[in-house]
């Protein structure tokens, strides 16, 4: 029993995070439909700069999170007008995006491994263990999961209490019928491109405590479970990440996954995900995202 309760509680923490992972990735393809293949190293450029900022600067590396935020959301603009206009006049979008933010993955890969190696870097603790229920967990999943919940709240509130979000909701919907009723579409596709990559690099330290390091190459397995997670969730539905994040996390860390049989940790959650799509090919809160 304490093993099955120290699971659940261990897969409620890694699913906040996986949410965290994801909800960028489904922020941009929910608002312009791009398949953002260069989310994870997106993710793992973040963690580095948590790296630099503890290793180099001295600086506690959890001050990453905020400091990066500025610089993500100019990243963000710049990569935008770089590539999305063009993108969004593409025949088909989504293929489109795929083949560009494939090749943004590659370079950012390459920069990496030439500025920091091709080993493994790992983080301080933030802390010693945490008792949760009775049960001693890393003070680096607690913490990196405690983090997850007020960027979420602070991106629902931006979605639901804000013009411009309430905007993104509309052209997430149906984009003609947005344009019909008046919303500029640019820059809803602008913010929402500037937010989801700020989440993607926002997240890197959270990443390097969760993971216990990160290397270049550590991007392409974030990006598989990023979309295993929105792909659960629903396509083009942000907040359904969450829950998407949750199963997820509970799936890996419950019955035949890490807590009883350690070989199935890395197949149980894409067996989940095949189980949701040939169940509910939409996802599980989802409503049709492509038109007919």
Same mark, same amino acid.
């Not at 994040?245 to 199935?264: F, I, K, R």
């Given at each position: 029993?304490?093993?099955?309760?120290?699971?659940?509680?261990?897969?409620?923490?890694?699913?906040?995070?996986?949410?965290?992972?994801?909800?960028?990735?489904?922020?941009?393809?929910?608002?312009?439909?791009?398949?953002?293949?260069?989310?994870?190293?997106?993710?793992?450029?973040?963690?580095?700069?948590?790296?630099?900022?503890?290793?180099?600067?001295?600086?506690?590396?959890?001050?990453?999170?905020?400091?990066?935020?500025?610089?993500? &959301?100019?990243?963000?603009?710049?990569?935008?007008?770089?590539?999305?206009?063009? &993108?969004?006049?593409?025949?088909?979008?989504?293929?489109?995006?795929?083949?560009?933010?494939?090749?943004?993955?590659?370079?950012?890969?390459?920069?990496?491994?030439?500025?920091?190696?091709?080993?493994?870097?790992?983080?301080?603790?933030?802390?010693?263990?945490?008792?949760?229920?009775?049960?001693?967990?890393?003070?680096?999943?607690?913490?990196?999961?405690? &983090?997850?919940?007020?960027?979420?709240?602070?991106?629902?509130?931006?979605?639901?209490?804000?013009?411009?979000?309430?905007?993104?909701?509309?052209?997430?919907?149906?984009?003609?019928?947005?344009?019909?009723?008046?919303?500029?579409?640019?820059?809803?596709?602008?913010?929402?491109?500037?937010?989801?990559?700020?989440?993607?690099?926002?997240?890197?330290?959270?990443?390097?405590?969760?993971?216990?390091?990160?290397?270049?190459?550590?991007?392409?397995?974030?990006?598989?479970?990023?979309?295993?997670?929105?792909?659960?969730?629903?396509?083009?539905?942000?907040?359904?990440?969450?829950?998407?994040?949750?199963?997820?996390?509970?799936?890996?860390?419950?019955?035949?996954?890490?807590?009883?049989?350690?070989?199935?940790?890395?197949?149980?959650?894409?067996? &989940?995900?095949?189980?949701?799509?040939?169940?509910?090919?939409?996802?599980?809160?989802?409503?049709?995202?492509?038109?007919?």
């Amino acid at each position: 029993m304490q093993l099955f309760e120290y699971a659940i509680v261990n897969g409620v923490l890694f699913g906040l995070f996986y949410g965290f992972i994801g909800i960028g990735l489904n922020l941009l393809f929910g608002v312009m439909r791009l398949v953002n293949l260069a989310h994870g190293d997106l993710v793992v450029f973040g963690g580095y700069l948590g790296y630099s900022l503890a290793v180099d600067a001295h600086i506690n590396s959890l001050w990453a999170i905020p400091l990066s935020i500025p610089a993500a &959301l100019v990243f963000g603009f710049l990569v935008y007008h770089a590539t999305v206009p063009r &993108l969004r006049r593409a025949v088909d979008t989504e293929t489109a995006s795929l083949i560009v933010f494939f090749g943004i993955s590659q370079v950012l890969e390459a920069l990496m491994t030439m500025i920091y190696g091709a080993n493994q870097v790992t983080l301080p603790s933030p802390g010693g263990p945490v008792s949760l229920f009775g049960q001693d967990y890393p003070a680096s999943v607690v913490i990196s999961a405690a &983090l997850s919940v007020p960027a979420l709240a602070l991106l629902y509130l931006y979605l639901y209490r804000t013009r411009i979000g309430l905007a993104t909701r509309a052209v997430m919907a149906d984009e003609d019928e947005a344009v019909a009723s008046g919303v500029r579409v640019r820059r809803v596709a602008v913010w929402a491109f500037m937010i989801g990559v700020a989440f993607a690099t926002t997240a890197g330290t959270l990443t390097a405590f969760m993971l216990g390091g990160i290397n270049p190459t550590t991007g392409s397995g974030l990006t598989i479970t990023a979309f295993t997670v929105i792909i659960i969730g629903s396509l083009g539905n942000p907040l359904g990440t969450v829950v998407g994040g949750l199963l997820v996390g509970l799936a890996s860390s419950l019955s035949l996954t890490q807590a009883y049989a350690t070989e199935w940790t890395a197949v149980v959650p894409y067996v &989940l995900l095949l189980v949701v799509v040939l169940v509910r090919p939409s996802g599980l809160f989802g409503a049709t995202v492509r038109r007919a």
